[in-house]
């Protein structure tokens, strides 16, 4: 990936919160949602609820697409990103909490607000294969076409992971290793009450 292209994408991933999921329905028809999110280079975290109509769409199907963008009154302002992913389930409850932490810190204001409990939540790795990077500065509909290879995972993974933060597993998601392989441990926060949320 050009140098250019990846600051690129990681400010976008930085300056924004949500994104706008698109996953399949079991009946074909296709859905899109608005989550938020956090993220670690370029690989993106999400959480939902675990009855709700996303997860079990992501359990029939884990190809999705997304975008992300911010509106502007300035049409040749527009600075987006389309991707083509793949929802890999976190299934090492021990990952939760800096998970959530990743997607919180979009939220200052809501940094005290207790973690659900696991049980009731889902949590999801996006797994960029493919990105459209859209930037309108450079002429009306300009689009550049990535394509994102597990180097390129591993390598801003690795540059953006902060010092305090311990390894996680977005390189080795890159490598191709799931959760499966390794050892499952119970959450500590696993009393806390679940947030009611909307199904969608």
Known sequence: MKPRLKRFILDILKKNRLLTLATIRPDGWPQ??????????????ILCDAGSQKA???KGCSKVSLTIDHDTDDMLAIKALSMAAIAEPVTDEAEFPQIYRRIMQKYPSYKDVPMPDPAGIRCYRLLPKVISVLDYSKGFGHTELVRVTREDLKATAKATRGRR???????????????ARRPHRRSASRSARPRQSHRQ
Do not use: F, I, K
Not at 165 to 179: K, L
């Open 32 to 45: 899109a949602t608005t989550v938020g999110y956090g993220s670690e280079g370029l690989v993106l975290y």
């Open 165 to 179: 933060t311990p390894p996680s597993r977005a390189a080795r998601a890159a490598r191709g290793e799931s959760d």
């Open 56 to 58: 079990r769409n992501l």
